[in-house]
Nanobody, 122 residues
Framework: QGPLVESGGGSVQAGGSLRLSCAHSGHTYIEYCMGWLRQAPGEEREGVAV???????SLADSVKGRFTISQDNVKNTLYLQMNNLKPEDTGIYYC????????????????WGQGTQVTVSS
């Protein structure tokens, strides 16, 4: 995948929207999944969303109906559209290569970027 570079974070009020982007260099795997993780200060990292090469997606229960993950294979960019944001969505969001869709966890060959901060105020 090469380096992963996240962007699009910021500060919004509850109910607002943000779109995160992750630039990467593409991949050569027949089946592969990428996704997003987030981590709030003092809390454990959690998986948010995963998208695989077969088009299937997986979302954490806490974001279903609000977040959408997508991939532009031409531009080699992964997206996370976040709507109706809540204060509990606050954290650093990381783009990750090689995630497991069933558990929204990192696979054995995973790596991630520097992250982008998302802050949602009430």
């Amino acid at each position: 995948q090469g380096p992963l570079v996240e962007s699009g974070g910021g500060s919004v009020q509850a109910g607002g929207s943000l779109r995160l982007s992750c630039a990467h260099s593409g991949h050569t795997y027949i089946e592969y999944c990428m996704g997003w993780l987030r981590q709030a200060p003092g809390e454990e990292r959690e998986g948010v969303a995963v998208i695989c090469t077969d088009g299937t997606t997986s979302l954490a229960d806490s974001v279903k109906g609000r977040f959408t993950i997508s991939q532009d294979n031409v531009k080699n960019t992964l997206y996370l559209q976040m709507n109706n944001l809540k204060p509990e969505d606050t954290g650093i969001y990381y783009c990750a290569a090689d995630m497991l869709p069933a558990t929204l966890t990192l696979g054995g060959m995973s790596y991630w970027g520097q992250g982008t901060q998302v802050t949602v105020s009430s």
